[in-house]
């Protein structure tokens, strides 16, 4: 028995260690580094039905134990996606989490009703919580109306299990949470970045160009945990934790919070091999804890709640 | 390209803020192409993004090399507190670097830098050096004592300073000397790293030289082309772009945007 196997909606997964999307681009990049089947899945950097630019630079800055980033959602648009940058991955043993962002619902449902054809697309990570894009993103995602209607309409087209990614940034995140709950969601992922500032005290000015960004980094992992525990008390999907994730012990603790996976973010800049050193530290850690297996601690996190 | 704790062999303070690192590791044998850079986590686990410092100078034959940085923040404050035998966890060789194979004896080079712009240039001096091309190199400075490495550059060429100040060589920057001598000499390659008003300036002086090439700098986060966070757009397209710590940070005169 694989103790480190998890089974979610469309995605068998032989580990729960993913990187987390917009932290590790389409993939080819850290395929220099190590072999990506090693990996339980990956997120892939979030597609829109046009090319888009991004945010103008600097797109980065550093804060106390986390990092803000304006990027914007660059990328090359959903038909290099489908023609160039998913066939690429296809050598490797890894299910891919689509991410799809857009700025009306129309753009979301063109982009998921095609993207699931890609046969190494496993799951859609329907991206509701970007706070660096004027129009779309965020604005789906603080609505618990808005983020119910659209995720419905997104199942209607989906062809693969749909995952939405839930925002830090609102007053109560429960009442989100049960809106795409109803509208028939697969799952959750959180969370998404959380939105900061910096200035840079000789110019006077922000140091992001777009003025704001989001934060990510260890520095947002006691909120992931607490919004993660929150939501799972009052959903029955389940859950792909994120949000400073550096370490086995903070793996665990996602698990322990509710969440059924975990995907690796801003960890991957500090240390590429991070995901693959995760995966092969987790069983020890395990073995410590007397955790079994990751099925059982996830049925277990699960009965102590009811 | 890889990750490695490298060893700190040597701490120099070449000038107020400019400190020469001199580390020793087998990532040394990757550092071939003149121009790349290595991406340094600073010893402070709260620190999370690597800093991008490029390659001055490397020696093959005893698996080392020198970085000189300017300390800026916290994280290079921590560089210039590493001592010999400390250790460093260096990402690298990154980037695509400086192309010099199409040189000859019979080329002439200009090399142009400013202020902490001037590194690379140096290890770039030594290849084109090894192809027998004749340099003359233009070094720009905002003062006399932040100088740096000007014997060093003076033994592969002739050396042109200017300071913001004026208070060593020509008084004002490194543009101002070009354009004097351009009047009299075209080169076969130019290579500059520096300022944005730098490049610019070889961007314009150079937009039609074959082989005109400039470094840029940016704030990343990845140093590997995965998080987007370095574009800059490209001439030909404005909505399409070239990720600096990747495609660059060497780039044609006339490819992108400034």
């Known amino acids: ?306 | 390209m890889k990750q490695e704790m490298m060893t700190v062999l040597a701490q120099k303070e070449l000038a107020p803020k400019i400190y020469e690192m001199t580390l020793t590791g087998k990532l040394v044998k990757e550092m071939t192409i003149p121009g790349q850079f290595l991406h340094v986590k600073a010893p402070r686990a709260d620190l999370l993004l690597r800093r991008p410092i490029s390659l001055a100078s490397v020696d093959q034959k005893n698996a080392s090399c020198k970085l000189i940085y300017r300390t800026e923040g916290v994280g290079t404050e921590l560089f210039s507190q590493l001592v010999p035998d400390d250790q460093v966890d260096v990402m690298g060789p990154l980037g695509n670097g400086f192309p010099v194979e199409f040189l000859g004896k019979e080329d002439l080079v200009f090399i142009i830098g400013g202020g902490i712009g001037v590194p690379p240039l140096f290890e770039l001096a030594k290849k084109v050096k090894e192809k027998g091309s004749k340099i003359v190199f233009f070094l720009g400075f905002a003062k006399k004592e932040v100088i740096f490495y000007e014997q060093e550059f003076a033994q592969m060429g002739e050396v042109h300073l200017s300071t913001d100040d004026g208070s060593y060589g020509v008084k004002g920057h490194v543009g101002t000397m070009l354009s004097k001598v351009l009047q009299k000499e075209k080169p076969t390659a130019v290579y500059s790293c520096g300022s944005n008003g730098l490049l610019k300036a070889v961007d314009h002086y150079f937009a039609d030289l074959e082989h005109a090439y400039l470094s840029l700098e940016a704030r990343m986060a990845c140093g590997m082309g995965a998080c987007y966070a370095c574009v800059c757009p490209t001439r030909a397209d404005r909505g399409k772009s070239k990720k600096i710590c990747d495609e660059g940070p060497v780039f044609s005169t006339g490819e992108v945007i400034l």
């Open chain 1, 1 to 306: 028995m694989n103790r480190l196997a998890v089974k979610l909606p469309g995605l068998n997964l032989k580990n729960p260690i993913m990187p987390a999307s917009g932290c590790f681009g389409f993939g080819k990049e850290y395929s220099k580094y190590y072999d990506l089947g090693l990996l339980g899945a990956i997120m892939a950097k979030a597609a829109t039905s046009e090319p888009r630019f991004g945010n103008p630079t600097p797109r980065v800055a550093e804060t106390p134990s986390g990092m803000l980033n304006a990027i914007g959602l660059q990328n090359p648009g959903l038909e290099v996606i489908m023609k160039e940058t998913l066939p690429s991955l296809e050598r490797y043993d890894v299910p891919i989490i689509a991410n799809v962002a857009g700025s009306t619902q129309e753009d979301y449902v063109a982009v998921c009703a095609k993207i699931g054809d890609a046969p190494n697309v496993h799951a859609i990570e329907l991206n509701i919580s970007c706070p660096n894009v004027k129009h779309g993103g965020i604005a789906f995602g603080t609505n618990p109306d808005v983020a119910y209607e659209l995720t419905q309409a997104v199942k209607k087209v989906a062809k693969v299990p749909v995952y939405v990614k839930l925002s830090p940034n609102v007053t109560d995140i429960v009442p989100i949470a049960e809106a795409i709950e109803a509208g028939g969601a697969d799952g959750l992922t959180m969370i998404n970045t959380l939105l900061g500032m910096r200035i840079d005290l000789k110019t006077r000015k922000p140091i992001l160009a777009n003025q704001t960004g989001g934060l990510s980094g260890p520095a947002v992992k006691p909120v992931a945990i607490r919004l993660i525990h929150q939501v799972a008390q009052v959903v029955n999907i389940p859950i792909i934790g994120m949000g400073g994730v550096y370490t086995v012990d903070d793996v665990l603790e996602m698990f322990m919070a509710g969440a059924s996976a975990v995907a690796v973010g801003t960890a991957n800049f500090t240390d590429p091999y991070i995901c693959p050193k995760l995966i092969e530290q987790l069983p020890l850690r395990m073995d410590e804890l007397g955790i079994e297996s990751l099925e059982k601690l996830i049925s277990e996190v699960k009965g102590a709640r009811k």
